[in-house]
């Protein structure tokens, strides 16, 4: 094919090939590639009782200055919609939601229970502390 193309022949553009090849089963990937695996469904959860599910987000608070922000820490019950933890900071961080998090959870009892704690995965809460790891 290459050397048809060197000389000025032209049998067919590329994607009629590709669709020649798909059509007698030929196209195949090369290598280990595996089969595709079907899409699974994200995770959900139903908090049925207090304290079984939180959620946690941070925004940003206009500050006294145009261009200044803060940054609210908020965390939400899920069953009850009640806030349980906040705390407003000059900066975006991982340990400062962490720190909200503990403060939360010592002041609703919840240490020892399982519990779900989602968040929208913004780059504190996809810090060391929320992964386990300390």
């Known amino acids: 094919m290459p050397r048809l193309a060197d000389r000025g022949e032209y049998l067919a553009s590329e994607s009629s090939?590709?669709?020649i090849l798909r059509k007698a089963e030929e196209q195949h990937h090369r290598?280990?590639?595996r089969a595709p695996c079907p899409p699974t469904p994200p995770p959900s959860h139903c908090a049925r009782g207090p304290s079984e599910g939180w959620s946690w987000d941070i925004t940003w608070l206009p500050g006294p200055?145009?261009?200044l922000f803060f940054y609210l820490y908020l965390i939400l019950a899920l069953y009850s919609?009640?806030?349980?933890g906040f705390e407003v900071h000059e900066r975006e961080s991982a340990d400062y939601g962490a720190r909200v998090v503990?403060?939360?959870v010592l002041a609703e009892g919840c240490i020892g229970k399982p519990m779900v704690l989602h968040a929208d995965h913004g780059s504190p809460q996809k810090g060391r502390i929320f992964r386990g790891r300390r």
């Open 17 to 19: 090939f590709y669709r």
């Open 31 to 33: 290598g280990r590639a």
């Open 65 to 67: 200055v145009r261009g």
């Open 81 to 84: 919609r009640k806030i349980v």
């Open 102 to 104: 503990r403060r939360a």
